[in-house]
């Protein structure tokens, strides 16, 4: 199938400071090199967008060999930190602004939803600024016409249609501005996080009405968010940008969990799985089922789950562990902690440690993806070193009896 979407080595290249775009000496330069036919000299120098830290270079690369294909009837997912390049390659897509270097090769029209107000003329009423897009995407006004009332249904601003557009919230703009976007027919349909400006209800209706485009009438859709719930119920394919270049590729499912993985891997406190440290422990072995793993997923079949820990401290303690499994979305599942309950803790020496412990499940725990938050805890129940998300835990579920298919009829309570 040929793509819809052939992004090729695609970068973009800003100077930094007060002066945007250049100065006059470096314009004549660019001018020319391109005269005489040769490259552009800026486009050799620069840095890649790395927020938190100082460059030497008046140059930024937010984006650099970008290279992409995205198929017909395809919505593929875009997420990453803020900074990573996303609103860059959407403006670069739309042709809001040319790429330094590279092509983007593209087989239809696209309608962009990339900000409030995207397309929309503040002046205009509702109605006029909808026939407005229509004919900038190359629809007749026959066609404007016969979508009309659908977009103002899915709207829900009939009563304002007639009315500035100046004079809307940004909720009702977002409203129209998406009711129009994916109502005129596109090729293509580009979205920024600009549906988190909406309600509840319309991010859902949203959601639906993108899905149905998709799958039912083959349109393209590029939706970036940081909803994560969003990303992996809509999406058909994810890429996850970092420092302006893809780091990861795949589903939408993998993407999530890469790009979580290396939050967990960047936030503060956290070395990795195998090294933690804090002022008074250094932890250099850490087992789970007997397996040692950097945050890796570690696969449960048994409901039974033995933790190891293995480490030097610099000073003698009492030790407990503290175990939070949480779901993807941060709500905290269980809670397993025999130093708080039972109040069972050992005492270690100055030097090395081991600390084993042995859990189970509960029987509610269905299958799918968790995460251990692993804590360290003294007998004064102050937190000695603290982790999130160190370990994903893909666990197979309970063992159900024979002949009961649905484990609702058991009495399990379904997480996923």
């Avoid at 775009?21 to 330069?29: F, R, V």
């Avoid at 930024?60 to 997912?77: A, M």
């Avoid at 100046?166 to 027919?185: C, D, I, T």
């Amino acid at each position: 199938m040929k793509p819809i979407i052939s992004i090729q080595n695609l970068g973009k290249q800003y100077r930094l400071g007060t002066v945007g775009t250049g100065t006059l000496s470096h314009d004549l330069n660019r001018w020319w090199h391109k005269v005489r036919g040769k490259e552009d000299p800026y486009l050799k120098i620069g840095e890649t967008n790395n927020q938190q830290h100082t460059g030497k270079s008046s140059y930024v690369w937010p984006l650099r060999n970008i290279s992409l294909d995205v198929f017909p009837g395809e919505v593929l997912g875009i997420i990453g930190k803020n900074g990573a390049g996303k609103s860059t390659l959407l403006k670069l897509l739309s042709r809001i602004t040319a790429p330094s270097e590279g092509s983007i090769k593209t087989r239809g029209r696209i309608a962009s939803l990339l900000e409030v107000g995207t397309g929309f003329h503040p002046e205009l009423t509702g109605r006029e600024n909808i026939f407005l897009n229509g004919a900038i995407l190359g629809m007749s006004k026959k066609e404007i016409t016969s979508k009309f009332d659908e977009i103002v249904d899915f709207a829900g601003c009939k009563r304002y249609i007639d009315t500035p557009v100046k004079r809307y919230s940004s909720g009702m703009y977002v409203r129209l501005a998406f009711a129009v976007a994916a109502h005129l027919e596109p090729e293509i349909l580009v979205v920024d996080e600009v549906l988190a400006v909406g309600d509840t209800e319309f991010q859902l209706k949203a959601i639906e009405k993108m899905k149905s485009v998709s799958t039912q009438q083959g349109r393209t859709i590029l939706f970036v968010s940081h909803n994560m719930e969003n990303i992996k119920s809509l999406c058909t394919r994810a890429v996850v940008l970092e420092n302006g270049g893809i780091k990861f590729e795949g589903t939408p499912n993998e993407c999530i969990n890469h790009y979580l993985r290396y939050e967990t891997e960047h936030s503060e406190g956290i070395i990795d799985s195998i090294t933690w440290s804090s002022k008074n422990i250094l932890l250099s072995n850490l087992k789970i089922n007997g397996k040692k793993e950097k945050i890796g997923k570690v696969d449960f079949s048994d409901p039974t789950c033995q933790i190891e820990i293995k480490g030097s401290l610099i000073q003698g303690t009492s030790l407990s562990m503290e175990l939070i499994v949480s779901d993807d979305k941060d709500n905290k599942l269980f809670y397993f902690s025999p130093g708080t309950v039972d109040g069972l803790f050992t005492s270690f020496e100055k030097g090395n440690f081991k600390l084993s412990e042995k859990i189970c499940f509960p029987t509610n725990l269905m299958g799918g993806d968790y995460f251990f938050n692993l804590n360290l805890i003294d007998d004064n129940l102050d937190i000695l070193l603290k982790t999130k998300k160190c370990y994903t835990m893909k666990y197979s579920g309970p063992q159900l009896s024979k002949g009961v298919n649905d484990p609702r009829k058991q009495g399990y309570i379904i997480l996923q």
